[in-house]
């Protein structure tokens, strides 16, 4: 059977009211991915603009939920990271980490803007305040404190917790009220005019995560096998959700507020109608939950797990509907960006015609391992034709399959070589030098930090660095040329008027 390329006419999508259960039926089947540690928290960039911060081990990863490829990674921590959330902006983070360091980072740059100091414990929670001047962190030093950020000093420090606090959230409704949830089994609700508590709600349950409503008037809150939903000025509990069978490690709202989600260590995510508080949705997942999250807009979901892995699925509706568009970053080179920009979709007036000769074409080594999804070993065997027309289609190919991260990663110095040997010989030579730098780029981002410590890759380095030089100083000395030339043609252009 033929193998062909399939071509998706995007046409726009008009709006169509759907149910709650199509609603989450619209989820189609998940991108599984894998850190290097338990997934303690998830973060959607506010701003939709397709940043997620995976939070694992001692490190916070960037991801592009549009391509469901990484980005970048900061791992400028001492000890375990914490708690990594996106400014509404989407271009800066802050994040904790067991030593008690609070850190904002330049998401651009990954550079370090800001470090606080001041917890004697890990800080598992942290996050802007709304006037983003302001940072909130929560502590198991069972402190929790505001700090300024141009100063880098606490503000005000809360204590009262007997016991580790876990989460900490700023009433959406009552900005100078701070709740915060603890194993002590208690949720708090502090005012940051007076410092003081007002009012202390017995959960029963160590308590990991907190959800505000958007009216400010109650929250929902896990921990233990259940999720209660407390009204905040009596703090007498309304619902309570016992669906589970281990304990809640993370609740969730919409943005609208029409549905309310909780992850369990019973491997179990499931979704409820708040209008009735029934139960919509249920989903097993292959390990225990210990972080979920949902986008603003409701076109991506996450669900993160104790065993590193975390699964990202889009609502097909919502995306069509949406219709985002990927950030411009340069740095961001994910397989959709790439995908767009080489990819050639013909119009609806173009008419391919397939001759029957092109039935009995040659088969390379690599075809055969494409029809495996064998991305990595078809990758290093079009590379060992030593032709860079089928090594430029096959990543070509790759791209248009977005297998490239898949074929490029989990490689070591020797199985690095041929690569960017590739890259080295045909940067200047190349008919198409922006395939070849992106690529570039994406090698250094996933191996960056070890190349250079290579004495296999030395002298392809070497190579590279020098072809980079070389076209970086080819590009100047054009710019400086058509300076000129518009000098030039400006002062002709003046002469002929007068």
């Not at 917890?119 to 929790?144: E, R």
């Not at 606490?154 to 917790?161: L, V």
């Not at 202390?200 to 259940?226: D, K, L, R, Y």
């Not at 076209?471 to 252009?493: H, Y």
């Amino acid at each position: 059977m033929e193998f062909k390329k399939l071509q998706i006419a995007r046409k726009p999508l008009q709006k169509t009211e759907v149910n709650i259960t199509e609603f989450w039926k619209n989820f189609k089947s998940p991108t599984v991915l894998k850190e290097t540690g338990q997934i303690s928290n998830l973060h959607f960039s506010p701003s939709n603009n397709g940043q997620l911060a995976v939070t694992a081990g001692c490190k916070v990863s960037i991801y592009n939920t549009f391509t469901n490829s990484l980005v970048k990674s900061i791992s400028r921590f001492q000890d375990l990271a914490y708690s990594g959330t996106i400014r509404d902006d989407g271009k800066l983070m802050v994040a904790g980490d067991a030593s008690g360091v609070v850190q904002i980072f330049d998401l651009s740059s990954r550079s370090i803007l800001r470090t606080f100091k001041g917890h004697n414990g890990s800080v598992p929670c942290t996050k802007f305040m709304p006037n983003v001047q302001q940072i909130l962190t929560a502590s198991y030093d069972k402190t929790v404190k505001i700090w300024d950020v141009p100063s880098q000093s606490p503000i005000i420090s809360f204590e009262g917790h007997e016991d580790y606090i876990k989460t900490a959230v700023v009433n959406p409704s009552n900005h100078s009220q701070i709740i915060s949830g603890s194993y002590d089994h208690c949720v708090k609700l502090w005012d940051i005019r007076s410092g003081q508590c007002t009012s202390t709600i017995n959960h029963q349950a160590p308590i990991e995560s907190i959800e505000v409503f958007g009216n400010g008037g109650m929250i929902a809150v896990g921990g233990g096998p259940s999720i209660q939903v407390y009204d905040l000025i009596s703090g007498k509990s309304l619902i309570t959700l016992d669906n589970f069978q281990k304990t809640v490690t993370s609740v969730k709202l919409t943005k609208d507020g029409s549905f309310l989600m909780g992850g369990s260590l019973d491997r179990y995510v499931k979704c409820y109608d708040t209008s009735d508080w029934s139960l919509c949705n249920s989903v097993k997942f292959p390990g225990m939950v210990s972080a979920i999250d949902i986008s603003n807009d409701n076109t991506h979901m996450v669900v993160g797990m104790t065993t590193g892995i975390f699964s990202i699925q889009t609502n097909k509706v919502q995306k069509s509907q949406n219709a985002p568009l990927l950030p411009k970053s340069e740095r961001e080179f994910g397989n959709e960006r790439l995908k767009r920009k080489y990819e050639d979709i013909p119009s609806t007036e173009n008419v391919v015609v397939v001759e029957k000769e092109a039935r009995a074409a040659k088969y390379y080594q690599f075809d055969h391992l494409l029809r495996k999804f064998k991305y990595k070993e078809a990758l290093d065997a079009a590379l060992r034709t030593h032709d860079p027309a089928l090594g430029f289609g096959l990543i070509s190919e790759l791209i248009r399959r977005g297998g490239l991260i898949s074929a490029l990663s989990g490689r070591d110095d020797v199985s690095l070589q041929p690569i960017i040997a590739y890259l080295a010989r045909n940067l200047r030579n190349h008919t198409d030098k922006s395939l070849i730098i992106d690529v570039t780029q994406l090698v250094m981002e996933l191996y960056g930090d070890v190349v250079w410590k290579s004495k296999h890759l030395d002298a392809q380095l070497r190579r590279l660095m020098t072809s980079i030089y070389n076209e970086k100083k080819l590009v100047q000395n054009l710019i400086q040329f058509q300076g000129r030339l518009g000098m030039v043609l400006s002062k002709v252009n003046g002469n002929g008027s007068n």
